[in-house]
């Protein structure tokens, strides 16, 4: 029996994305050689994660002659926010301040960067608070 389809990209499917994401478009001979520099990638192996990524909704594709020229539906930054959604309920019941507070417990984070977190969270603060103030 299959293993039903993950909901968040693979490790394979956020390879063939990020080649895509760095050329714009590529074709799966493209994104096979390219993915080859690093470590083997048979032509049918990525035209078959290409078919699992189109079913999935990350690429699309036109036909240039024979080829299919496939081109990223979401960027990188939309990945990572599915990722991190993913995360988060499956991992910490939706809630961000769990996720922080395991951040904080279980990595060193130094002074400087402690910093640089708390002056994030500041004007992320700022931002919605504005943004708040314009929609009344």
């Known amino acids: 029996m299959a293993r039903p389809a993950s909901p968040t990209l693979t490790q394979s499917e956020q ?40 079913k999935k909704g990350f690429v699309s594709h036109r036909q240039e002659g024979r080829a299919f020229i496939y081109r990223a539906r979401i960027s990188r930054e ?27 417990d279980q990595h060193d984070i130094d002074r400087e960067e402690l910093k640089r977190l708390r002056d994030k969270v500041d004007a992320a603060k700022a931002d919605r608070d504005a943004a708040k103030g314009n929609a009344r």
């Open 15 to 54: 390879a063939i994305l990020e080649v895509l994401w760095d050329k714009g478009e590529a074709s799966v001979r493209e994104v096979a050689d390219e993915l080859s520099r690093l470590k083997p990638a048979a032509y049918t192996t990525v035209l078959t994660m290409f078919n699992v990524l189109a």
């Open 78 to 104: 939309q990945a990572r926010s599915q990722a991190l959604d993913h995360l988060l309920s499956q991992f910490f019941d939706g809630s961000p301040d769990l996720l922080a507070q395991h951040l904080l």
